[in-house]
């Protein structure tokens, strides 16, 4: 009578430890193949270069970015410019509505690899997924105020002055996301601590620098002289080319991580 207790429970004990192995097994096989990227993130990845170029083409076309406009510029100078160059500022910001939205793909490149990060903490990850969607749709305002600023540029030179000042204050002033951005990636790296991390730990080094370079920008819009106005020194060209810095070194980062995960993957798997 006391034997079939036992026997049942040792063999309820024995199926169970049978459940857990086996699902341990697919846990690890699961890791081992979500490290493998897909072919959408490769082809994700290879169409950065083409893209940046396209970038690199509508900033140039943008005479306003040539030679930053001026704060300072009367409305009659300001009606003037979209007057003179109506055409270029046209094509230069469809072409930046279009393609501003491809920096989306790199950001959830960077996100997809976060998954592999030792603190399996999704807070983390969920906090880049939000700024990295906020950031694009700022830019994109930006372009749609300067387009409709030369839409109809023989309207009142105030009206178009009040576009051409969203325009420039929204572009200057809306990099709380991209800080934001840069210090949630920078705290997810600081703890994957692991033999082998996502990230290299400089990438969180360079993240809060270049953080910190965007953050004078946010008070653009408090002067229209000196190095802070949105034409100066640290407000555009410090900023600007701190963000061409963060896409280009963290595409190249980002690739890397990529291509490891996928030759370690495939010899998992193999």
């Known amino acids: 009578m006391r034997a079939r207790p036992h026997r049942g429970h040792s063999l309820g004990h024995i199926g169970t430890l049978d459940l857990v192995e086996t699902l341990l097994t697919v846990v690890r096989k699961d890791a081992s193949l979500r490290r493998v990227p897909s072919s959408g993130e490769r082809i994700i990845f290879w169409t950065l270069p083409a893209v940046a170029v396209i970038w690199l ?16 510029a009367s409305a009659t100078e300001v009606a ?22 491809a920096l989306i793909p ?3 490149l960077v996100v997809e690899r976060m998954r592999g990060m030792a603190h399996r903490t999704p807070i983390l990850r969920f906090c880049v997924i ?21 839409f109809q540029p023989e309207r ?41 991390p996502v990230f290299p730990r400089w990438v969180a080094h360079f993240n809060l620098v270049i953080g910190l370079a965007l953050i004078p920008a946010a008070f653009a819009g408090l002067t229209k002289t000196g190095v802070f106005a949105w034409d100066g020194l640290v407000s555009f060209w410090v900023k600007n080319v701190a963000i061409a810095i963060w896409i280009i070194v963290m595409s190249i980062v980002v690739g890397h991580a990529v291509e490891s995960d996928h030759a370690a993957g495939a010899e998992a798997v193999a």
Do not use: K
């Open 156 to 196: 009142a030179p105030e009206l178009t002055q009040l576009l051409n000042d969203l325009g420039w204050v929204t572009f200057t002033c809306g990099v709380p996301f991209l800080v934001a951005q840069s210090g949630f990636l920078a705290l997810a790296i600081h703890f994957d601590r692991q033999e082998q």
């Open 80 to 101: 003037t410019f979209y007057r003179e160059h109506t055409a270029r500022i046209r094509y230069s910001m469809i072409l930046l509505n279009w393609f501003c939205v």
């Open 57 to 72: 083409a509508a900033f140039f076309l943008f005479p306003g970015f040539v030679r930053p406009m001026s704060p300072r």
């Open 106 to 108: 790199l950001l959830m």
């Open 130 to 150: 939000g700024v990295a969607g906020a950031a694009p749709i700022a830019f994109l305002t930006t372009t749609v105020f300067w387009l409709l600023a030369a």
